[in-house]
């Protein structure tokens, strides 16, 4: 997955995928009202997803992957904030590459 290097490259981005920037933006104003109660709101989350259909299950479990995949670049910004993302998104690089999860 090539990152954006220019400005362009992000408008572009933005404006061809302005409902996934939407989405990665109500993903982090939810993240921010649980990160008081961090492991009820993950539990809810995963209770509630578990109930979606299976084929979307899979289809969020291929975003979580890639966003992994994405994480463990070397180019990936980091920082003490977000260090440890990189860090366990290196390690489990080699098996998120070994292990197929198709659209069925």
């Known amino acids: 997955m090539k990152r954006p290097i220019t400005l362009e490259d992000y408008d572009l981005l933005e404006e061809a995928y302005a409902d996934m920037m939407h989405l990665a933006g109500t993903i982090t104003d939810v993240l921010n009202h649980m990160s008081n109660d961090s492991e009820k709101g993950h539990l809810a989350f995963c209770v509630a997803m578990e109930r979606e259909h299976r084929t979307l299950q899979q289809a969020f479990t291929r975003l ?25 998104a290196l390690k489990l690089k080699p098996l998120i590459e070994d292990a197929p999860l198709p659209f069925i």
């Open 64 to 88: 979580c992957a890639a966003w992994l995949l994405y994480a463990a670049e070397p180019d990936y910004r980091n920082d003490l904030r977000n260090q440890g993302t990189h860090q366990l």
